[in-house]
Structures are given as C-alpha cells and as structure tokens.
C-alpha cells in the first residue's frame, strides 16, 4: 500500500488511479504526471527572452549575449533560467536540443 506523504505525491496518485482510494506505484504516478506537464503549451515569451533565447540557438556564450543586447550577464542568466523553467528543461544544452538551431 502506498501512502502519500506531500501534496505532489497524493496529486500524482489521484491523477494517476482515476479516483482516491486506487493505488498507484510512486514511479507509474510521477511518470503520468510528468506526461501531462510536458503536454502543456509553452507560455509565450517577452520580446526580450526571445532575443536571448535567439542568441543562445545560435550558440553564444552568457557574455555575448548580454555585450549584444547591452545587459549584463547576470540578467541574462535570469532570463535564461525563466527560460528553462518556461521550456521544462534542466539546463543550456537540453534547451538547444529541444528548441533545435535558428532558421
């Protein structure tokens, strides 16, 4: 018998056996989870995430990016980690597989 202990692990149950009171091993439960967050749409993007999101598909560096849009290379790891979280991935190098190069 599996007993939830947080909020996302009785979420994952629930929405994994169709119904409370149905188990459901943790593994199958975040699989399914995980499945139906990927399937969601990516929220739309500032003008200026785009352009950062632009730069780095054309493989620039942190410090190109901000010297090219005159920001400073902190901002631009901010925007690059909303962009991750936006894009569902862990990291620059996921990022670039998933979104592909720049036509």
């Known amino acids: 018998m599996i007993i939830p202990h947080t909020a996302r692990e009785q979420h ?4 994994a056996a169709g119904a409370p009171g149905r188990q459901v091993l943790p593994d199958w439960a975040n699989t399914i989870h995980d499945t139906l967050i990927a399937s969601q749409p990516t929220p739309a993007l ?6 950062v ?3 780095l598909r054309q493989g620039l560096s942190n410090k190109a990016i901000a010297q090219q849009l005159q920001i400073s290379p902190d901002t631009v790891k901010d925007h690059l980690s909303r962009l991750y979280d936006r894009h569902r991935v862990s990291g620059r190098h996921e990022l670039r597989l998933k979104l592909g190069p720049l036509e």
């Open 46 to 51: 500032s003008p200026r995430m785009t352009q």
């Open 12 to 15: 994952q149950t629930w929405m």
């Open 53 to 55: 999101q632009n730069l």
